[in-house]
């Protein structure tokens, strides 16, 4: 008879008091200080008129971000490129590169004026502005 041992994804939990349950946790505190991926956080309010957008979206170029307004779906992406080097003297310590996108798609209650909407990019803000474009008058249909 040969000795088979079954895999078991869960043999690291088995014992958390084991020397090798806290060997995977050791860089957890070092994952704390690096910074995350980009996000794309966003304010949506409305008046009667109007809905106004902003998005933090930080150091990021104009000419990267990109907004599509589709009837009542809006969608807003950029490209990020992000680099950081640390020096101590001549030596480089750590260099850490991010590139890649983000985006952030949402649907409003109702249609855009796309022919209206305005869009402005300052200090890492974008705001828009999209007016709403009214579709006429509710209708109630009669049922016979």
Request: aromatic share 10%; hydrophobic share 35%.
């Amino acid at each position: 008879m040969s000795n088979l041992a079954r895999f078991n994804p869960f043999h690291e939990l088995r014992d958390p008091f084991s020397d090798d349950f806290f060997k995977g946790f050791a860089m957890r505190p070092m994952y704390r200080l690096m910074e995350g991926e980009p996000q794309m956080r966003l304010d949506l309010t409305e008046d009667e008129k109007n809905f106004f957008v902003k998005a933090e979206i930080p150091g990021v170029k104009k000419e990267d971000i990109k907004v599509s307004v589709d009837g009542n779906q809006v969608c807003l992406s950029a490209e990020v490129k992000k680099e950081k080097e640390e020096k101590q003297g001549s030596k480089i310590i750590r260099s850490e590169r991010f590139f890649g996108s983000i985006s952030r798609t949402f649907t409003l209650d109702e249609s855009v004026d796309q022919a209206a909407a305005l869009a402005k990019y300052e200090d890492g803000v974008l705001q828009l502005t999209l007016p709403k474009k009214h579709n006429g008058q509710s209708h109630i249909l009669k049922i016979s």
